[in-house]
């Protein structure tokens, strides 16, 4: 198998987001802002952002002062049908590089812009659209099942894209005399065939940010906080590891809820437990605390910090919005690829 392709430095001296090679590994953290500092910003942000006619998307592992000036916030899938719907003529998306691409598939005709050309994401950059075209060779016939964490290159040789939540029921609705080639996530991969009892060729690929996520620690967790909740978000890489152990029998699954953003922000409001274990990126407690401060929120990991995502900050923001930078661009024959199957999979989740 070829190895992902390796990390090129930032080039700031381009508006196009698209012209870098996205790296493999995230950068250092930012430094958070000074309460002041935000408000300044943020002022300055929505200013802009009413001048120039343009909408703030933000995912949930934003850092909060990113989410609190976004006009909307939620998971990659969620946002790329809001970018689908909106009138403004700019969309600026504040998460990684193959979510903004995804909106410029969904709405060609506008400007999409990322703050930070470094957002991109372990986990995209390690299927190309070469190495998908040869196992497709390898495998003729074969129907290709793509995790969203693609680029819209790979997308354009793939036939589903799906989410977590609907990759079993899309598995499923695929004739049985079919092979299929499922990628980039193997824990995803793996879960799935579990799920289906259908043996499928899985692609080794993995985001390093649930590399800290084990079976172990989870029930130990569980074990340790006989009155907590352990809750798995689906729609991002770095829990799908998790989502595997529970198919496994490894972790308690009367506790264990797999759940959307919005899921666990209901589940939160609902359930009796005064602390929840939360197995995904740390961005998502922002939402969390603010729609539930009473309870008590815990990381199932430390190390559950996407660096990708955190790359864009206000001041990013603020400047990309000000210089209309940095622009998406596709090549529109790969676009017109790319948007069947992401339709395919905004239709069977709808
Ligand atoms: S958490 Fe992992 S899968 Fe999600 S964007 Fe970051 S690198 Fe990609």
Redesign the pocket.
Known sequence: MTPPPTVTPEREDSKRAEAFMLPVM?PPLPEAPSAERIAELSAEIRGLAAQKNAVILAHN?QVPEVQDVADYTGDSLGLSIEASKTDAERIVFCG?HFMAESAKVLSPEKTVLIPDTRA?????SGITAQQVRDWKAENPGAVVVMYV?TTAEVKAETDYCVTSSNAVNVVNAIPQDKEILFGPDMFLGSYVEKMTKRPMKVWMGE????AGIRPADLQKMLDDSPEADLMIHPE???STSAMEYLACGDIDPDRTFILSTGGMIEHVKKSKAKKFIVAT?EGIFHPLRLAAPDREFVPASDGAV?G??KTITLERLRDSLRDDKFTVEIDPAIAERARVPIERMISITA
Not at 120 to 124: D, I, K, N, Q, R
Not at 207 to 210: A, G, L, N, Q
């Open positions: 995230p592992y990684v991109g994401c372990s986990l995209a964490n985001c390093h940010v649930h991002c890489g770095c990126e996407c990708f995502m």
